[in-house]
């Protein structure tokens, strides 16, 4: 009879301690002063940086796990010590996703790296999809790309919001449709290079949450890029184009071929956020005393807290499954990624909002961090697709229908 274990291994143990150490110390620490400055954190990238938790090794030791959950593990425990500080540090593996997902081995070799910089001057990349009128509505994006045959450069007109570190990258990986009449079957995915001209952000946005975490539009003017910026080749390309105009089914488009790959990571960021919250009411809860007792010994108190608890633990084992089969090459027939951030964005909110309940008007308060980690929580319901999209996802695979 085959093993059945949901034991973590040794690696996997030690990995989790370990980014929970620097989460404890490092993050934590700094997470009220840095939401507040409503900066990006450089001297916490840089201290990630330093002690290997960031930059392309890290990623691909922990994406080589044969079953998928290191980065799972690791983005929980970041996320952990906070949100913003931890898309702060982890934001740029979107872009390395897109790179990874959609290009050449060459351009990987050649992009990556430059995408972390180094641990002396740390650099961010920027993952630029959606845009003001093609949010969800991925077949709508208007930024567009030319192919110059006569210089061999790609042309990219059009705006992008929402990007995460948009503007203060070095790489920006751009999303732009190469064929409109095609929708998402006709987009493709450039990497605009550092300091390449046209390429411009007017200002950092201001936000409910995550505020570590930079967050800006990107402008592009005319933006040339080489040829050789297309991830996946021309001929790769074309290719694809071609099985489309000839209505022949093709892959998914680059923007929803990264969040396919991220989505469960998405959703172990978001475990992250609730099991700080849960774990700090639950010692609120203890140490609290109402009417001569601890308020964990009234059943209204004890109940949500267990609640907390399952609501967690149940999304983590959607989390584990879809990083499983995505790591392993399992379709997702069902829409199991989309669950995943579905339900762990989901139970975010819900833990977040009942941990600043059990705290009452202490948890109203920035004395405190789950005002912090409320905030914060909200935008698992809304970034990577929203909860609706998601369950858009899940519904057409468990009907078969094009469900509207």
């Given at each position: 009879m085959a093993e059945f274990s949901l034991d973590l291994n040794e690696e996997q143990r030690d990995l989790r301690d370990w980014v929970h150490g620097f989460a404890a110390d490092v993050v934590r620490p700094a997470a009220a002063e840095w939401d507040a400055r409503e900066e990006a954190p450089w001297p916490v990238i840089q201290e990630a940086a330093k002690v290997g938790l960031y930059g392309f090794e890290f990623l691909a030791n922990t994406w080589a796990d044969p079953t998928g959950l290191s980065l799972p593990i690791a983005s929980e425990e970041l996320f952990w010590g906070d949100a913003g500080i931890g898309l702060a540090i982890m934001g740029t593996s979107l872009a390395v996703a897109a790179i990874y997902g959609s290009g050449t081995p060459d351009q990987l070799v050649e992009w990556v790296p430059q995408c972390f910089g180094s641990v002396s001057s740390p650099a961010v990349a920027a993952f630029c999809s959606t845009e003001p009128d093609a949010g969800s509505d991925v077949g709508a994006m208007r930024t567009r790309a030319v192919f110059d045959a006569a210089s061999d450069e790609w042309v990219l007109s059009g705006q992008k919001a929402y990007a995460t570190n948009g503007g203060i990258a070095g790489v920006h990986v751009v999303t732009a449709s190469v064929d409109p009449a095609l929708g998402s079957r006709g987009q493709a995915a450039f990497v605009v290079p550092p300091g390449t001209p046209g390429l411009a952000s007017s200002r950092k946005?201001?936000?409910?949450?995550?505020?570590?975490?930079?967050?800006?539009?990107?402008?592009?003017?005319?933006?040339?890029?080489?040829?050789?910026?297309?991830?996946?080749?021309?001929?790769?390309?074309?290719?694809?184009?071609?099985?489309?105009?000839?209505?022949?089914?093709?892959?998914?488009?680059?923007?929803?071929?990264?969040?396919?790959?991220?989505?469960?990571?998405?959703?172990?960021?978001?475990l992250g956020v609730a099991r700080a919250a849960y774990e700090y009411a639950l010692s609120y809860a203890k140490e609290r005393v109402q009417f001569g007792r601890p308020i964990i010994e009234n059943q209204a108190v004890a109940f949500a807290l267990a609640d907390m608890r399952t609501d967690i633990d149940a999304a983590r084992l959607l989390v584990w499954r879809a990083a499983w089969m995505g790591r392993n090459n399992r379709p997702f027939t069902a829409g199991e990624g989309s669950m995943s951030k579905l339900r762990a964005g989901e139970v975010a909110v819900s833990v977040t909002e009942r941990a600043v309940q059990i705290l009452g008007g202490a948890g109203y308060l920035r004395d405190h961090p789950v005002e912090r980690w409320y905030r914060d929580a909200k935008i698992?319901?809304?970034?990577?697709?929203?909860?609706?999209?998601?369950?858009?996802?899940?519904?057409?695979?468990?009907?078969?229908?094009?469900?509207?």
């Open positions: 946005l201001s936000k409910l949450g995550l505020r570590a975490s930079h967050t800006a539009d990107v402008f592009l003017d005319d933006v040339r890029v080489p040829g050789s910026c297309l991830l996946g080749g021309r001929d790769a390309l074309e290719a694809r184009l071609s099985r489309a105009r000839s209505g022949q089914r093709s892959s998914s488009s680059a923007a929803m071929r990264t969040f396919e790959t991220t989505r469960p990571t998405v959703g172990a960021q978001a698992y319901t809304i970034f990577e697709g929203t909860s609706e999209i998601q369950r858009l996802v899940v519904s057409r695979a468990i009907s078969g229908h094009q469900i509207r």
